[in-house]
């Protein structure tokens, strides 16, 4: 018995240092943003020696979200939004896709592999000027065609000023119920098989925010005064390719951990079943390995939310159409001085990230107590 | 239901040849065992008549159609596998209806072949679990079940009770003969278990480095062994082999071996050539000790010495010096026997083998 404690404060010694310097440096200094974006330090004299804050609330989130000057936020958090799913569908899918075709056991697999995973290994400083270069106006993949005797392409990959799926930021709360209707009930049909009384439930949620939404139209109350419309802008496109071709590689390289950790028998027992080797990745081998999807997705959204460099080295802090939030709390904070606005940002993004990873880590730790 | 045929049929990975021409006809609802020491290729002839090994050479033909390049699913056997091969996260409805599914049943069909294999495997309370929260012997049931419901012309097992512990594989050879008698399906069954064997098996199929060295009823190939490899593999302990002679004596053909002299029954091995070396081959269980004098002729038995003895519970074992060959006797009930102890032992010479010591083949 006194051993073991004995044991336990060695323990506790030689983890002390590390809790002490992740407490401070680590959530010290989360609790110090959280504080610095309740407050209005900013502005003319924000680099002062002793500089004024005055504690204002959430004034700065209210701003990020309805105030007029804000635009530009919430553009940049649209297209973050936008990213990080074409980043996951396209990283996932992709990286899946190669996972399977290695899979199958080619010749050259172990080459393949490593020609696939070697994007990784770049920096993202590198990759971006890589990418900087071939989607150049006049150079890279839009002379491809020329190669096979067709017309260059035109595309501006990362100043394009189109924007599709546009949408009335006004109407927020109305597309927000929307999705939530949309989801609830995708959910709803999912769960339809293992129990119909939570699918009901589900379904009635969805329909009741579904219909909210659209026989309240336009009484519900707007999120601005003036009309401003965002949306998926096309020079994202060129970012998303430049951030797939690095991650699907590692996505490959997980699933493919993963394929070839199903034993050989499993494999058989589903061919003597009747499945064709479609139906043994859809039915049997994707699925049992749910783990590993979801450890892609976690890891790969809080990258995207997160995403700097890449976007900083391809198309600089500036470019208006690839905004990404990362950047403006950037140019918030250490350009415009505006130090408050900048916290509030990062708390955001911080929220964002937790709203991925804190479910993620609840199931893990579920998971390991039941076992 | 359908026959199974394996005409010549050869396997090589690379230039190793693991299948040297195998020739088996498995009759329709027939029960067969493969038995073999590790390696010698059971497994390899299962996953080739089940279509998972490519064939090298020769033919396999179920029903009556030649199977060499039909695709497994097409082939309509079913397999269970010595780790059971569940698929870890479907629950055990979904295991068992997945085969169904991938051949496109009907919904309701699907259940009610679900709920009537699950009935016969008691298996009704598991369904809506995964493998995970099943016991060993549960999944061995939902791996079996997973094979009834489609039922396939052929069932194939490869080991499938080697992960259980004695009793509970003990309770599913049971189940396991109940079924075959229910469903009559042609089985081929793979085992290292001799007792698995020797109970379950309408024929037995005793393979050695690829090669089959004997195909016969589990009686069969106890008492009438093919050759000196058959007769050490089948039983336990295994037979007694001792190095002979065939001569004359007095007129009666008689089996010679240093000191020990046995005349052999007037129905067997007369014809063989006088002054013959010979292999001479007694089961353990054809050497009594208990009620000779009634059980035995008088020119078969013998005076012994005990060497060791052990007791098995039902029977003991011994080991005897006869004459100077040593033999080990199974001899029915508790004989409490010392190293040094005299009895007077009989052997069951009409069950005698003799092998030619060349070829170690059985002499006919
Ligand atoms: N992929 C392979 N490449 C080369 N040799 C192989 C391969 N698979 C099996 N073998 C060889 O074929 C022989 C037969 O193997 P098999 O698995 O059929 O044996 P088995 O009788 O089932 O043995 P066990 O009782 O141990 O399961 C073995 O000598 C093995 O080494
Ligand atoms: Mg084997």
New interface residues.
């Given amino acids: 018995m006194r051993e073991v404690s004995r044991d336990r404060i060695k323990a506790f010694l030689t983890l002390l240092p590390s809790i002490v310097l992740i407490g401070i440096f680590v959530y010290g200094f989360i609790g110090n943003t959280i504080w610095i974006s309740l407050t209005d330090w900013g502005g003319v004299a924000a680099l002062a020696e002793h500089p004024v804050k005055h504690f204002i609330g959430i004034q700065n989130y209210v701003d990020l979200f309805t105030g007029f000057l804000e635009g530009r936020f919430r553009q940049d958090m649209v297209n973050a939004v936008f990213y990080s799913v074409s980043l996951l569908a396209g990283a996932v899918g992709l990286g899946m896709f190669i996972a399977i075709l290695l899979d199958r056991k080619p010749k050259g697999e172990d080459f393949l592999r490593t020609v696939f995973l070697y994007p990784m290994s770049l920096s993202f400083i590198v990759s971006g000027t890589i990418w900087r270069w071939m989607l150049a106006p006049q150079g890279g993949v839009n002379i491809l065609p020329t190669y096979a005797g067709f017309k260059p392409l035109t595309f501006k990959w990362l100043s394009a000023k189109t924007t599709v799926l546009a949408f009335n930021w006004q109407n927020l709360l109305q597309i927000g119920l929307y999705l939530v209707a949309v989801i609830t009930i995708i959910i709803g049909f999912i769960v339809y098989r293992n129990s119909r009384s939570k699918s009901v439930k589900w379904l009635a949620i969805g329909a009741l925010s579904g219909l909210t939404a659209w026989i309240g139209g336009d009484m519900l109350p707007k999120a601005l005064i003036l009309e401003e419309i965002h949306g998926f802008n096309l020079a994202t496109l060129g970012i998303i390719m430049a951030t797939i071709w690095q991650y699907s590689g590692y996505t490959m390289a997980l699933y493919l951990a993963g394929f070839n950790g199903i034993?050989q028998?499993?494999h058989?027992?589903?061919?003597?079943?009747?499945?064709?080797t479609s139906?043994y990745y859809t039915?049997?081998a994707i699925?049992?390995l749910?783990p590993i999807t979801i450890s892609a997705v976690i890891i790969l959204s809080h990258i995207s939310l997160k995403m700097f460099d890449l976007i900083f080295s391809m198309t600089g802090p500036d470019n208006a159409e690839t905004g990404h939030p990362a950047l403006n709390m950037y140019l918030t904070t250490f350009r415009a001085n505006e130090f408050a606005r900048g916290a509030s940002i990062a708390i955001v993004l911080f929220l964002l990230a937790a709203t991925f990873i804190i479910p993620y880590l609840i199931t893990q730790y579920k998971q390991r107590r039941t076992r | 239901m359908a026959q199974v045929k394996l005409n010549n049929v050869v396997k090589n990975y690379g230039n190793v040849k693991v299948v040297h021409g195998a020739d088996l006809l498995i009759d329709d609802s027939e029960f067969i065992v493969l038995v073999g020491p590790s390696g010698c290729g059971k497994s390899t002839i299962l996953r080739m008549i089940a279509g998972l090994e490519t064939i090298s050479g020769g033919e396999i033909v179920i029903g009556d159609q030649v199977v060499n390049r039909v695709s497994p699913k097409d082939r309509n056997v079913a397999m269970v596998f010595q780790n059971y091969a569940l698929y870890p996260h479907m629950t055990v409805r979904e295991n068992m209806a997945f085969g169904l599914k991938m051949a496109k049943e009907p919904r309701d069909i699907i259940e009610k072949k679900v709920n009537q294999a699950a009935a016969t495997l008691e298996l009704g309370p598991y369904l809506d679990r995964k493998p995970a929260a099943l016991s060993g012997g549960q999944r061995q049931r939902v791996a079996m079940g997973r094979a009834i419901v489609r039922q396939p012309d052929v069932f194939l097992f490869d080991e499938p009770l080697s992960n259980l512990d004695a009793q509970l594989r003990t309770q599913m050879r049971m189940e396991l003969k109940k079924l075959h008698l229910q469903f009559k399906t042609t089985t081929i069954y793979v085992t290292h278990d001799q007792i698995e064997a020797m109970t379950l098996a309408d024929r037995i199929v005793i393979l050695k480095d690829g090669y089959i060295q004997q195909v016969g009823s589990p009686i069969e190939v106890f008492e009438r062994p093919a050759n000196v490899f058959v007769a050490q593999f089948i039983g336990n302990p295994p037979m007694n082999i001792i190095k002979g002679k065939c001569t004359r004596v007095n007129g009666a053909m008689t089996l010679v071996a240093g000191d020990l002299s046995l005349q052999l029954p007037e129905d067997k091995y007369q014809d063989i050539a006088e002054g013959k070396s010979v292999l001479i081959g007694i089961r353990p269980d054809g050497i009594k000790v208990r009620d000779v004098e009634h059980r035995i002729r008088e020119e078969w038995r013998k005076e012994a010495t005990v060497n060791v003895a052990e007791i098995l519970g039902g029977q003991s074992l011994l080991e005897l010096n006869i004459s100077n060959n040593r033999f080990i006797a199974e001899v029915e009930g508790r004989m409490k026997l010392h190293p040094g102890d005299k009895v007077t032992v009989g052997f069951e010479l009409d069950r005698v083998v003799l092998f030619d010591p060349e070829t170690t083949e059985a002499i006919a």
């Fill in positions: 034993s028998d499993l058989d027992a589903a061919m003597l079943d009747g499945a064709s139906a039915h049997i699925p049992m749910k």
